[in-house]
Nanobody
Framework: QVQLVESGGDSVQSGGSLRLACAAS????????MGWFRQDPGKEREGVAG???????FYTDSVKGRFTISRDNAKNTLYLQMNSLKDEDMAMYYC?????????????????????????WGQGTQVTVSS
């Protein structure tokens, strides 16, 4: 079972930057499907960014051009670079992972921005943005 540990959450001023990291305990035959989600109290968990086994990236519209998801497979680590932070980015950020599916001769990921597409979750790291 994959264990995920997030780090990098902090308090920053609006317009600032943060880099979140997520260390995974293992990979299998192919790098896991990975994603970053965030949640405010009383709100649904929102998919922020996802990355598949081939390194293709996906973002929710509100963070496009500001956030960058990346992975270092040698270190089993996922990153989220967050620039130009806004008040509305303040939330608990969660890292998630799911085993890819081998279909049509390649590893594939589905639902990278949907929480239902992931089986493994970290404990979260808090991002606070102040004006």
């Amino acid at each position: 079972q994959v264990q995920l540990v997030e780090s990098g959450g902090d308090s920053v001023q609006s317009g600032g930057s943060l880099r979140l990291a997520c260390a995974a305990s293992e990979y299998t035959d192919s790098p896991y499907c990975m994603g970053w989600f965030r949640q405010d109290p009383g709100k649904e968990r929102e998919g922020v960014a996802g990355i598949d086994s081939d390194g293709n990236t996906f973002y929710t519209d509100s963070v496009k051009g500001r956030f960058t998801i990346s992975r270092d497979n040698a270190k089993n680590t996922l990153y989220l670079q967050m620039n130009s932070l806004k008040d509305e980015d303040m939330a608990m950020y969660y890292c998630a992972a799911e085993r890819p599916q081998y279909m049509l001769r390649r590893w594939r990921c589905y639902g990278l921005l949907e929480s239902s597409g992931f089986s493994y979750w970290g404990q979260g790291t808090q991002v606070t943005v102040s004006s």
